[in-house]
């Protein structure tokens, strides 16, 4: 069973940069697809960005594939959510989540499909 713990998140001003961390433990970063997910208040939860559990390939939603980056330190066991250039909009809690040996990338969108899923980190983009 794998455990997901995301930090990094803060206030920070629209144009700033955040790294987010997502640390597993129980598996290793290498047999999972890892994505992550927002949800700000109100709204449903949004995929914002994945790597495959071969690390071989990425996606990013639309609203962010310029500003993020999605990497891996397979020897620390870590998945990072680079985003710069923030925007009030970015606001939301994000969150990591996992499914092992995933290929399906036409899925990696989908909330449903990860099994584990950790308990959040807040982003707040605010002058």
């Known amino acids: 069973q794998v455990q997901l713990v995301e930090s990094g998140g803060g206030l920070v001003q629209p144009g700033g940069s955040l790294r987010l961390s997502c640390a597993a433990s129980?598996?290793?970063?290498?047999?999972?697809?890892v994505g992550w997910f927002r949800q700000a208040p109100g709204k449903e939860r949004e995929f914002v960005a994945a790597?495959?559990?071969?690390?071989?390939?990425?996606d990013y939603v639309d609203s962010v594939k310029e500003r993020a980056t999605i990497s891996r330190d397979v020897a620390k066991n870590m998945v990072y959510l680079q985003l710069n250039s923030l925007k009030p909009e970015d606001t939301a809690v994000y969150f990591c989540?996992?499914?092992?040996?995933?290929?399906?990338?036409?899925?990696?969108?989908?909330?449903?499909?990860?099994?584990?899923w950790g308990q959040g980190t807040q982003v707040t983009v605010s002058s």
């Open positions: 129980g598996g290793s970063v290498n047999s999972y697809t």
């Open positions: 989540a996992a499914k092992a040996r995933f290929d399906s990338a036409w899925l990696f969108r989908a909330p449903a499909v990860y099994t584990y």
């Open positions: 790597i495959a559990w071969s690390g071989g390939s990425t």
